[in-house]
């Protein structure tokens, strides 16, 4: 394996990543390693939109849309939880060559699904190729962000989500006018292939990770991606090496049992346990936002079949810009504010705008008679879920974990999150046909006031710390406050 050897004046290459100012080549490294982000926003919203054209379709019971609705989710558990580590074994960059090739096969089978269980499966392949995206991506780009924006940028890449969801919103709309109505689902679910064509070929000029190759024996390539990124003279110190450990072979190496020993279990928790709880919050209420206006008459009294789906979706989009501005709000405060800050305030006004849509849904007339409380509801609950909760937990496990377990550590969060959302969205139309509204909003509430706990209990603040320090190279730093 190739080794550097130090020049004079050169500095570790971990010091030189973390100290570095932002240049152009961050800036294109960080939006090519974040668009395949933006895909899971576009699969979030435009699923949502599809599901009442793929009831009318295909015949879809209520279980079965839960299941169409749930598949992809649970596909991004499988992938970010069990082919995550793949990141920390085979590299960042190889897994980018390949996720998102999946995430075009498998559009294409969703487009031709011929019935509920082809397309159940074709939804959970693709599902797999999300999720797998979320760990490689967090990791690559905290392992070259300078630690004075790092959180920043992060959190900017996380905001493609939005992007994402503005772009199944425009989608959706314009595929509902000017296509049949009994396809027109076809060609949402297959318009992702276009994004993801053009994302696979920008990504090819994405290098490996520099802390990866040090830390695997390619102190030459290391040195060199360093160099190119900082333009400083720089060298692999120990400290920058991986320490040694006993490496699980074959299928063993997908699941991470360092994730649990002692001075990781609260890492895990951390990480795991709030985007978890937010995610079944989220994925619950976004994803069935349409079919809330419609139950919350935003359709008005007398219209029908595609011009409550229109309207729905028009209403559901207008609601959207306070995602982006809530984006907007956690880039400029990430790093004055912290993460933990903008965490705990999220979970709280998350709570409280689910419960003014409770509110609403109870009063005499519900929804329907008091369309401000549904609409300051929903602005409240979309702005700061994604001020808070939302970009937060993506960031924190690829900061929070060593670099050799760091996409093993963000894939089990991830996967954690998915399987979060996989029970809001799955139990979410089930329990609208079984209890009242306000019911269920109010039971979402207090899982987001769960969620304020235990980022409370857990705490890990990494603003202002190199990436090897709030990692645990030096734990001393962060002692456990429960362990």
Aim: a neutral charge; aromatic letters at 10%.
């Amino acid at each position: 394996m190739a080794k550097s050897t130090p020049a004079d004046g050169a500095i570790p290459i971990g010091e030189a990543l973390d100290n570095a100012k932002m240049s152009k080549l961050h800036v294109t490294f960080w939006f090519l390693g974040g668009l395949g982000i933006m895909l899971d926003g576009f699969d979030f919203f435009i699923i949502g939109v599809a599901n009442p054209l793929i009831k009318e379709d295909l015949g879809a019971s209520s279980v079965e849309t839960g299941l169409i609705s749930t598949a992809a989710i649970v596909g991004a558990f499988v992938g970010a939880t069990f082919l995550g580590p793949l990141g920390d074994r085979l590299g960042r960059q190889r897994i980018f060559r390949y996720d998102l090739v999946m995430f075009v096969i498998f559009s294409v089978a969703c487009m031709f699904a011929w019935d509920v269980p082809s397309l159940i499966v074709a939804r959970f392949l693709l599902g797999i190729a999300i999720g797998l995206d979320y760990p490689i991506a967090a990791s690559f780009l905290a392992e070259i962000l300078p630690k004075k924006n790092r959180g920043r940028w992060l959190v900017s890449a996380f905001s493609l989500q939005a992007v994402g969801m503005l772009l199944g919103a425009i989608v959706g709309v314009v595929i509902l006018l000017a296509l049949p109505y009994d396809t027109s689902w076809r060609w949402m679910l297959g318009f992702g292939i276009v994004p993801a064509l053009i994302i696979i070929l920008l990504r090819r000029k994405v290098p490996e990770s520099p802390r990866w190759l040090a830390e695997n024996g390619q102190e030459d390539q290391a040195v060199a991606v360093t160099t190119q990124l900082t333009g400083i003279s720089t060298y692999v110190s120990k400290k920058d090496q991986k320490t040694p450990t006993r490496t699980p072979e074959g299928l063993r190496s997908l699941f991470q049992p360092a994730l649990f020993k002692k001075g990781m279990r609260r890492r895990t928790i951390f990480t795991a346990v709030p985007w978890f709880l937010m995610d079944i919050a989220t994925y619950g209420v976004g994803i069935f936002t349409p079919t809330l206006l419609a139950a919350f008459a935003i359709a008005g009294p007398n219209s029908s079949g595609i011009a409550d789906d229109i309207a729905a979706t028009e209403g559901t989009a207008a609601l959207d810009v306070f995602l982006v501005l809530g984006f907007v709000a956690a880039i400029f405060l990430v790093e004055k504010l912290g993460r933990i800050r903008l965490q705990l305030g999220g979970f709280v006004f998350m709570s409280v705008g689910l419960l003014v849509l409770a509110l609403a849904s109870a009063l005499p007339g519900g929804g329907g008679q008091h369309l401000i409380l549904v609409f300051g509801g929903f602005a409240i609950f979309n702005f700061f879920m994604n001020a808070g909760p939302n970009a937060t937990t993506y960031a924190l496990p690829a900061e929070v974990f060593p670099s050799e377990i760091r996409a093993a550590g963000h894939g089990f969060a991830a996967g954690m999150a998915k399987l979060g959302a996989a029970l809001g969205v799955f139990l979410f139309p089930i329990l609208l046909d079984s209890i009242e509204q306000w019911m269920l909003l109010s039971g979402l509430a207090v899982v987001c006031l769960i969620g304020f706990v235990v980022t409370l209990v857990y705490q890990i603040e990494p603003a202002g710390k190199s990436l090897d320090e709030v990692s645990g190279r030096k734990a001393g730093a962060l002692a456990a406050k429960v362990d």
